[in-house]
């Protein structure tokens, strides 16, 4: 990795940095500047990645620091093999164990996530979606409510939505709008890119409780929001 962090300085006419990987939970990077030389910290999901890829992240990164316009197309190498299947299919399960905030168990204290995708799939999608995982996320309601991530298969709910006092519906509406992003792979999520388009969300309507269940999830939200304060 240090060779290609190498190649890109030297491309880029900027100071070679230090650069050694780290066991992040997700697929991330992080720099600081030490004694006058950055050093950065990559995440050890790249461990088996080829040259070229640790290649582009690095011209990725140091562009970022430098303020630099990176190029596309070398750019764009890391960030397709970052959401890929090659990727994720061998750090599957090195992911689901580091992820703290997941519990992949479907049954919660309230709730069964597969019931409900059950539920869900046979109604919209008319049965035909299968082999994911389902998870529960501890994370803050605040921050995202659910996430579908494709490289993986992996279909998560926030722990909020585990809960008698909210509607059902409410957890099925998510469902429906994680499993909308695995039948249009374009607006998935990878690494947390997100995109609802104009046609997403005309789907995204067709929910039989759209209306209600958008009302509580901003409830649900501002109530987090409140107690925060």
């Known amino acids: 990795m240090q060779k290609a962090f190498r190649e890109a300085s030297d491309e880029l006419g900027v100071p070679e940095p230090l650069a050694e990987f780290h066991s992040y939970s997700e697929l991330k990077h992080v720099w600081r500047k030490e004694r006058g030389r950055l050093r950065f910290g990559i995440s050890d999901y790249l461990d088996t990645a080829p040259n070229e890829?640790?290649?582009?992240?690095?011209?990725?990164?140091?562009?970022?620091?430098?303020?630099?316009?990176?190029?596309?197309?070398?750019?764009?190498?890391?960030?397709?093999?970052?959401?890929?299947?090659?990727?994720?299919?061998?750090?599957?399960?090195?992911?689901?164990?580091?992820?703290?905030?997941?519990?992949?168990?479907?049954?919660?204290?309230?709730?069964?996530?597969?019931?409900?995708?059950?539920?869900?799939?046979?109604?919209?999608?008319?049965?035909?979606?299968?082999?994911?995982?389902?998870?529960?996320s501890d994370e803050s309601p605040g921050q995202r409510l659910g996430f579908f991530f494709e490289p993986i298969g992996l279909l998560a709910v926030n722990k909020v939505l585990d809960s008698e006092r909210v509607p059902r519906y409410v957890l099925e509406f998510v469902v429906y709008h994680e499993l909308l992003h695995y039948v249009n792979p374009a607006n998935g999520a990878r690494l947390r890119r997100v995109h609802h388009t104009s046609e997403f969300k005309r789907q995204e309507r067709l929910f039989s409780h759209y209306d209600d269940s958008e009302r509580w999830l901003r409830t649900l939200v501002h109530e987090h929001r409140r107690k925060r304060r």
């Open 53 to 136: 890829v640790l290649r582009s992240l690095a011209h990725h990164l140091l562009c970022k620091v430098y303020g630099m316009k990176a190029d596309g197309d070398t750019e764009g190498r890391y960030l397709e093999y970052a959401g890929s299947k090659s990727l994720w299919e061998r750090k599957r399960a090195e992911y689901l164990q580091r992820a703290r905030t997941l519990s992949v168990k479907p049954q919660g204290e309230h709730r069964d996530l597969r019931t409900v995708f059950e539920y869900v799939n046979s109604f919209y999608f008319s049965g035909r979606l299968h082999d994911l995982t389902l998870a529960w």
